[in-house]
Structures are given as C-alpha cells and as structure tokens.
C-alpha cells in the first residue's frame, strides 16, 4: 500500500498496481506541460515514485512535505500547474499509448485533485526536503516514450524501468 497525504488528513491511498497507473497517467501529463524549474523538480519527485526501481510499496510523498516556492505568488503559480496537470490527466491525455486499461485512474486522479485543491502551500514544510533540488531536476526526456525520465537518478523514464 501507498500512501500520498494531502497535508490536512486526506492521503490517496492506492495499492502497488494503482499507485504504478498513477504515476504513470502523471508522467504523461506531467511531461506535456513541465515548462518552469519547479515542473522539472515535481517531475523529477514523480520518477522517484517508480516502484520498479525504488521497490513495491515504499513510495509516495506529503503535499506538506514539497516546497511550494518562497512567496505567494510561486505557491499560487505551483498549486496552479500541478491542478493543470491533473486536469490534463483526467482528459485521458495519451492513455491509447499504455499498454493496459487503467480502470481506476480517474477515481485516483479526482480525488487527487480534490486534495490539491484544498491544499494550502503556505502551510508545507520545505525544509522536508522532499522536493528535487533544482540541480536534480528531471530536464531529460525519454526518446522512446516521450516522457521526462529519471535521470540523474537512474536512465529511463516510468515505462522503459517497467519493461514497457
């Protein structure tokens, strides 16, 4: 089971498969729009929650936990793309590209939203570390998937560590 709190009590809860068809949905989504140093970190964390190289059931993060930016304004600019990503996802955004259904996608997706949403990035804790220094930022896209993919971390992106 993994676990993404949502920093006010709501956390995602998703088993090992649901939290790979997470990821996934997000990679592509998240790959379509990174365009900002904070996009490339928050793609850089999504590889990370690559349970084929980090292992089953040890992966997820606090929305508490991220670094949101320093003033209200990059908060707002940060909670305002992450709620574009998620949109971009629940469009089904590259879905005919997996290689499987992803039948509970969108109940994940929406309720993911519904907690960033709610969120407030003034309350996190950046000093959790938990976001990508920006050196450590996902700025490499896989050729054959056309997604971001893990580097400096490990070579290749969620689908290519799956086998895909």
């Known amino acids: ?7 006010d009590g709501r956390c995602l809860e998703m088993s090992n498969g ?8 997000l ?5 379509a ?3 900002e140093p ?29 670094d949101w930016g320093d003033t209200p304004q990059e908060r707002a600019a940060a909670k305002g793309w992450l709620l574009r990503v998620l949109d971009l996802a629940l469009t089904r955004h ?13 109940k994940y997706l929406r309720t993911y939203r519904a907690m960033v ?28 998937h056309r997604v971001l993919d893990a580097l400096p971390y490990w070579a290749g992106c969620v689908f290519c560590t799956a086998g895909v």
């Open 1 to 7: 089971m993994n676990i993404f709190p949502g920093g």
């Open 18 to 25: 649901g939290t790979a068809v997470f990821v996934d949905v």
């Open 27 to 31: 990679a592509l989504s998240v790959s």
């Open 33 to 35: 729009l990174a365009r």
């Open 38 to 66: 904070w996009h490339f970190r928050f793609a850089a964390l999504l590889t990370l929650q690559d349970q084929s190289v980090m292992g089953r059931g040890v992966v997820g993060f606090d929305l508490a936990d991220l």
């Open 94 to 106: 590259r879905w005919e590209e997996l290689t499987y259904e992803p039948p509970y996608a969108e």
């Open 117 to 144: 949403e709610a969120f407030d990035p003034a309350t996190a804790d950046a000093r959790a570390g938990v976001l990508p220094a920006p050196q450590d930022a996902a700025l490499a896209s896989c050729v054959r």
